[in-house]
């Protein structure tokens, strides 16, 4: 009976998000392995909507070159990609998208230090408030692209702002550059290691945006078939979905991927209380001293 009550207030413990607000700034950088990253659903595209509607201009860097992601050719599906990224940057109002083209999948053996030096390099370059990636802590993933630019990422905003560290890139003008705050994507349903800490609020023009930004990722995420499969499996068991009776097969495709970004925009937003958000792991600039953080906040003083 006790363990049972441990387990259930344990489990809404980590179930609940605290609400956060977007620190102020005016640059934000993405890192991200792969053209869809910034969009997907369990991420940031909704996010990402919402610094640039808070006047913030983004950067976003797609680490690998994606020729393996799609059923073209190599060369066809990284430039299609590419473009793609684009398209959906342009929706989520991105200003700039920047393509570092390491083989996709084939990241595990490239040098940590090179990738991360790269991304220091232009944390220095574009001086971002805020950087937005994978969650390197992120348990039960797969992907080895994922694993290495969310572990180079992080270990670049620290770095970044040490004098000490790449000090060759201080006579092309740069400077060191601490961005003061991380937010790290990461999913529950492959199960529970190191888990989201916030939640951001969208509203519906955000969710939106996000939505037709997946939806700009032709080259994977568009599925013709999908709409006639789905009605042939459901009319198996004496059933039909209404839309899908009268939609074109592309406008099903669409479909499918705004009740997909709705449903789960909408699962995040109703453990934090409100209609729709994502929810991601932060690193403020302090948290590393929860000590001084606590006293800060009970005993720091207005300046005389
Ligand atoms: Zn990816």
């Known amino acids: 009976m006790r363990l049972g009550l441990f387990l259930a207030c344990s489990i809404s413990a ?3 998000q605290p609400l956060g607000q977007l620190p102020k700034g005016k640059v934000v950088l993405i890192a991200q392995p792969h053209h869809d990253d910034h969009t997907t659903d369990y991420g940031m595209g909704g996010v990402i909507a919402r ?24 060369g066809v599906n990284d430039i299609t990609n590419l473009k793609e990224t684009r398209d959906a ?3 989520l109002g991105i200003d700039e998208v920047i393509s570092l083209n390491w083989r996709n999948d084939f990241m595990n053996p490239i040098p940590l230090n090179e990738l991360r030096e790269q991304l220091i390099l232009l ?28 572990r180079a990422l992080v270990e670049a905003y620290w770095l970044a702002g040490l004098d000490t560290v790449h000090p060759e890139h201080f006579k092309l003008g740069l400077k060191p550059h601490a961005a003061r705050h991380f937010y790290g994507k990461g999913r529950l349903d492959w199960g529970l290691g ?16 996000k939505e037709r930004a997946i939806a700009a990722h032709r ?32 406008d099903a495709s669409d479909l499918n991927l705004h009740w997909w970004m709705n449903h789960n925009s909408r699962g995040i937003g109703a453990k934090a209380g409100v209609k729709y958000a994502e929810d991601l792991y932060y690193m403020d600039a302090t948290y590393h ?13 207005k300046l005389p």
């Open 89 to 91: 940057a342009k929706t």
């Open 123 to 150: 944390i220095r370059k574009y001086q971002p408030e805020v950087v937005l990636g994978h969650n390197p802590w992120e348990h039960y993933q797969k992907n080895p692209d994922h694993r290495q630019v969310a």
């Open 14 to 16: 980590v179930i609940a």
């Open 219 to 250: 080259n994977v995420y568009h599925s013709p078939g999908l709409r006639r499969a789905t009605q042939a499996r459901l009319a198996a068991q004496g059933q039909h979905i209404p839309e899908f009776d009268t939609a074109t097969d592309d």
């Open 51 to 74: 610094f640039v509607e808070s006047g913030y201009k983004a950067i976003y860097i797609r680490a690998s070159n994606d020729e393996k992601d799609g059923a073209n050719s190599y």
């Open 289 to 301: 001293l929860p000590g001084l953080k606590n006293y800060i906040e009970t005993n720091a003083r």
């Open 194 to 209: 190191q888990i989201s800490n916030v939640a951001l609020e969208l509203n519906e023009s955000q969710v939106q945006k």
